[in-house]
């Protein structure tokens, strides 16, 4: 099968199956999905959103984030995945945000890259969650079920390579939901050490190329 006729038919599928595929994070305005995000790496969402009523009820913006020191923050975040480091860069990027920014998250990927703890995945999950733009983030999910459907060739084996190819790939319109498509199916269908072929819908589309697939 030519890789266009697959992305046709998977894509396909995804706008049924999950017409309304959105962020499983929980926030109420841009600063708290930026928060949330920088608290999700390498830590499940269903972990961050323990976490982050209590901690948005202390720090429910960049301001009163930037007036604290990191272990005021740490207290509320010990329990994610290195919660030292990610309360430093939350403090930090709230002051930056303040002092450069009026305390506003800015939606330019070269702005969000200079604060702390924000890489190119975070900045572009910003950038389609929060403002709607045209932006592929590659996290493990969707690192590993791009590989495994034969989305992208073997040797796309960093994100941005992947991100690349599905860019090339996936429809202007469809590329901010194709994100939460691979995400979400990675996730509870396309798991990492057991997929669940079963019950994938592609599964008779799929070469499941297992082999290193996974992001290391």
Request: overall charge positive.
């Amino acid at each position: 099968m030519r890789r266009e006729e697959r992305y046709r038919l998977v894509l396909e599928h995804f706008r049924q199956s999950m017409p309304q595929a959105d962020t499983e994070l929980e926030f109420k305005s841009v600063f708290q999905l930026l928060v949330a995000v920088v608290l999700s790496a390498q830590c499940t969402d269903k972990r961050v959103n323990q976490v982050t009523p209590a901690l948005f009820s202390r720090f429910p913006d960049a301001k009163a984030m930037a007036k604290v020191e990191p272990e005021d923050v740490l207290e509320y975040i010990s329990s994610v995945s290195y919660p030292n480091s990610k309360a430093r860069h939350l403090v930090e990027l709230s002051r930056m945000l303040v002092e450069h920014h009026d305390g506003q998250v800015p939606s330019n990927m070269d702005e969000l890259l200079k604060l702390p703890g924000v890489g190119r995945k975070t900045a572009n999950v910003m950038q389609a969650v929060a403002f709607g733009q045209t932006a592929m983030a590659v996290d493990t999910h969707v690192y590993r079920v791009s590989h495994r459907l034969g989305l992208v060739p073997r040797s796309a084996n960093t994100p941005l390579k992947v991100e690349k190819v599905l860019m090339k790939h996936i429809p202007h319109d469809d590329v901010p939901r194709a994100h939460h498509w691979l995400l979400l199916h990675g996730r509870y269908v396309c798991t990492s050490r057991a997929p669940h072929c079963d019950r994938c819908g592609i599964s008779h589309l799929c070469p499941k190329l297992l082999e290193g697939s996974k992001l290391e």
